[in-house]
């Protein structure tokens, strides 16, 4: 009795946190775009992303520096008139893996975000904002004084 | 390991900031002493939710700068409320905080 009692404990427990642990962290955190972020072009990331390809528009209002001293911390913003926006993403042509980072936004969500990106070089920055099956670009040069990759 | 936040309401939205402490590793830098690659090290997702609705979700690289700041803005919630935020990084290592909306 007490043995079968001690292995359907050990089968509750395991069976409990079998369950409990999927529940717990992939609810919340599932969805990193492994393949985007391993992309080393910029069209090639957007067509994982979003399966459509780009087009300039200049309803997205891209915001860096002309010149950046430190490639470590570049600030970088993004705003768009455009109506229901889904997502937006942000990409450095000169970097190893273009896709710095993407918002997925909601309704509660004014479509302008802000961040910090490292740039290794002086190269093109793009910001891409995804609305109704259409991938709207904007595209401007930042040049690098101090690279954002060495030591 | 906090996430610091911060929420103030300027007219009918509410802008939000956060940072996150973390090294972001980018994986390309090379250890001066051992010569190997220094392996990638990053925060990989931040989710912002308000009255427990998810309402912001991001998914960052190692191109993020170290100590990743986000900003966004919110249509909805009003002063005294709360955002919370919460982070995970390749390793998977939780993080988590919250900015009352002032």
């Not at chain 1, 000169?94 to 896709?99: A, D, F, I």
């Not at chain 2, 803005?73 to 005294?80: A, D, T, Y």
Request: net charge neutral.
């Amino acid at each position: 009795m007490n043995l079968l009692n001690q292995s359907r404990r050990i089968l509750l427990k395991s069976f409990g946190f079998c369950l409990s642990l999927p529940l717990l962290s992939e609810k919340l955190f599932a969805s990193w775009p492994e393949e985007a972020f391993m992309s080393t072009e910029i069209d090639k990331a957007i067509g994982e992303l979003y399966g459509h390809p780009p087009q300039a528009s200049d309803l997205v209002k891209l915001k860096v520096p002309d010149i950046a001293e430190n490639g470590a911390v570049v600030p970088i913003s993004v705003s768009t008139d455009i109506e229901n926006v889904d997502s937006i993403s942000i990409y450095v042509e000169g970097n190893p893996n273009p896709l710095a980072a993407t918002f997925e936004l909601s309704p509660y969500i004014v479509a302008a975000v802000s961040t910090r990106i490292k740039m290794g070089k002086t190269s093109n920055v793009v910001a891409a904002v995804y609305s109704g099956g259409t991938v709207y670009t904007a595209t401007q040069e930042v040049k690098v004084t101090i690279g954002g990759c060495g030591g | 390991m906090a996430i610091k936040g911060k929420a103030k309401l300027r007219g009918e939205k509410v802008q939000v900031k956060l940072l996150i402490k973390h090294a972001m590793e980018t994986g390309l830098r090379i250890d001066a002493e051992t010569g190997n690659k220094i392996p990638a090290y990053h925060v990989t997702e931040v989710v912002g939710s308000w009255e427990g609705q998810e309402v912001f979700r991001s998914n960052l690289g190692p191109a993020v700068s170290k100590n990743p700041y986000l900003s966004f803005q919110l249509k909805g919630p009003s002063v005294g409320d709360t955002i919370s935020f919460a982070s995970i990084d390749n390793k998977g290592i939780q993080d988590s905080g919250a900015a009352v909306v002032k």
